[in-house]
């Protein structure tokens, strides 16, 4: 299944990827995360961009956002990849890329996945084995949704803020999806999907996403397509000799 073209589409919600250059270290001190930070609220309010989730690995970096004006989530990533390289090559007299080429993406299904994909970012260091306790890991959106503190880079999503009444409740009821083990399968599945940038979702989302952008967001099936094969007519008979021998 070969990459489809990037969609983006006002009010639906994105999941990024960004990798370091041949997987090498992005960040290399608590300075760097926290300029990273700074730079990613400045960008998402100068492009109209709603971050919902987000976490910051050493050698790369995953966000779940929304797009409230055209192309702002690109003109974000561009903005904030330009400055943070900056920042990198001028402290670390180095120069030459930091990531490896463009940033992914795949359009999520909100009502079906965007939750479960908030999960699937906030457990990135459990699951990369950097800590044992997310409560000990503080780059990452897992702080304020599960209560630990308030993340004014965050701008909460309607589906997160339907989870209660108060902001106690909707951290509670957050919360209590962790003690459940993520389903292995879904866990390579929303790896493939952004990977591949395909879209995040079923039939029905899909062709919605489809009709909206008026663009393919199926992959194409693999192989050849099959080559028609030509209806053989079956031959006449020969005339019977009508001749008495």
């Known amino acids: 299944m070969g990459r489809l073209s990037r969609i983006n589409i006002v009010g639906i919600p994105q999941h990024i990827v960004q990798t370091g250059h041949n997987r090498l270290p992005c960040f290399f001190d608590d300075e760097d995360y926290e300029f990273y930070l700074s730079s990613l609220r400045a960008a998402s309010d100068q492009y109209q961009v709603e971050i919902h989730a987000y976490v910051l690995l050493p050698n790369s970096i995953q966000i779940i956002a929304t797009p409230r004006i055209d192309k702002s989530i690109s003109s974000m990533m561009q903005s904030l990849g ?3 390289v900056q920042h990198v090559n001028h402290k670390y007299k180095r120069s030459g890329t930091l990531w490896e080429g463009r940033y992914k993406s795949s359009l ?4 079906n996945y965007l939750l479960t994909c908030y999960r699937y970012v906030e457990l990135r260091p459990l699951h990369q084995g950097l800590v044992d306790n997310l409560s000990d890991y503080k780059w990452s959106s897992y702080h304020h949704h599960c209560g630990n503190s308030v993340n004014w880079l965050i701008q909460d999503h309607r589906l997160y803020m339907a989870l209660g009444d108060t902001r106690d409740e909707r951290c509670d009821a957050y919360s209590e999806t962790f003690r459940y083990r993520f389903d292995r399968r879904l866990i390579d599945f929303i790896a493939e999907t952004v990977n591949m940038g395909q879209v995040l979702g079923g039939d029905a989302f899909k062709d ?5 952008a008026n663009h393919r967001v199926r992959p194409l099936k693999r192989g050849r397509p099959r080559k028609k094969v030509a209806e053989i007519k079956p031959e006449k008979s020969p005339a019977k000799d009508k001749t008495t021998l």
């Open 108 to 111: 999520i299904d909100s009502d």
């Open 82 to 84: 330009r400055r943070y």
């Open 208 to 212: 919605k996403i489809e009709k909206i």
